[in-house]
T-cell receptor, first 116, second 114 residues
Framework: GAVVSQHPSRVICKSGTSVKIECRSLDFQATTMFWYRQFPKKSLMLMATSNEGSKATYEQGVEKDKFLINHASLTLSTLTVTSAHPEDSSFYIC????????????FGPGTRLTVL | AQSVTQLDSHVSVSEGTPVLLRCNYSSSYSPSLFWYVQHPNKGLQLLLKYTSAATLVKGINGFEAEFKKSETSFHLTKPSAHMSDAAEYFCVVSDLANDYKLSFGAGTTVTVRA
């Protein structure tokens, strides 16, 4: 149990285009989902926290108009990178958590975004 | 504020020998502590977690960690390394002060020699 999927696993796009990444909890309902960014050989940086049916909370320094997050249901959250630029190239990982704040976060397999 | 320091950026061991990954934490509250493993270009897998129950925590794949409050440590060990243990390992802390968001250590890269 507690499986989280991401789609796509890998995407290449042209500069200026937008890219949508999906995160799904396959066998549980996730009240809260998180989006992280990981640079090569670096740790994970929390970008934002999204709760089902409400606006996402962004960490300091993360542009909310550039990284649009929607948590439409208890099993789906999407991250849209708008007007992508080469510096947005990164590994994006989502995680999902059940109701309690102390519950374990389960991570998706990640999405490799390359912006040309 | 909560934080984690992984004391070794890289650990190299021979197959069949013990593995020790060191982690010190800082937290003003009763923390939850985790070890996650990440294989190349993959997501994170939970190895084990401590949430104020038994101080010796057993995880998957033969890993275990011991919570030592007096030393503010949560070191990860495995008695006998396997080639498949080669990966990146993250020590992670969360507590009430940070609304239980996860704070990651910088990671330790484990290589296993045949």
């Amino acid at each position: 149990g507690a499986v989280v999927s991401q789609h796509p696993s890998r995407v290449i796009c042209k500069s200026g285009t937008s890219v949508k990444i999906e995160c799904r909890s396959l066998d549980f309902q996730a009240t809260t989902m998180f989006w992280y960014r990981q640079f090569p050989k670096k740790s994970l940086m929390l970008m934002a926290t999204s709760n089902e049916g409400s606006k996402a909370t962004y960490e300091q320094g993360v542009e909310k108009d550039k990284f649009l997050i929607n948590h439409a249901s208890l099993t789906l959250s999407t991250l849209t990178v708008t007007s992508a630029h080469p510096e947005d190239s990164s590994f994006y990982i989502c995680s999902a958590r059940r109701g309690s704040r102390t519950d374990t976060q389960y991570f998706g397999p990640g999405t490799r975004l390359t912006v040309l | 504020a909560q934080s984690v320091t992984q004391l070794d950026s890289h650990v190299s061991v021979s197959e069949g020998t013990p593995v020790l990954l060191r982690c010190n934490y800082s937290s003003s509250y009763s923390p939850s502590l985790f070890w996650y493993v990440q294989h190349p270009n993959k997501g994170l897998q939970l190895l084990l977690k401590y949430t104020s129950a038994a101080t010796l925590v057993k995880g998957i794949n033969g890993f275990e960690a011991e919570f030592k409050k007096s030393e503010t440590s949560f070191h990860l060990t495995k008695p006998s390394a396997h080639m498949s243990d080669a990966a990146e390992y993250f020590c992670v802390v969360s507590d009430l002060a940070n609304d239980y968001k996860l704070s990651f250590g910088a990671g330790t890269t484990v290589t296993v020699r045949a």
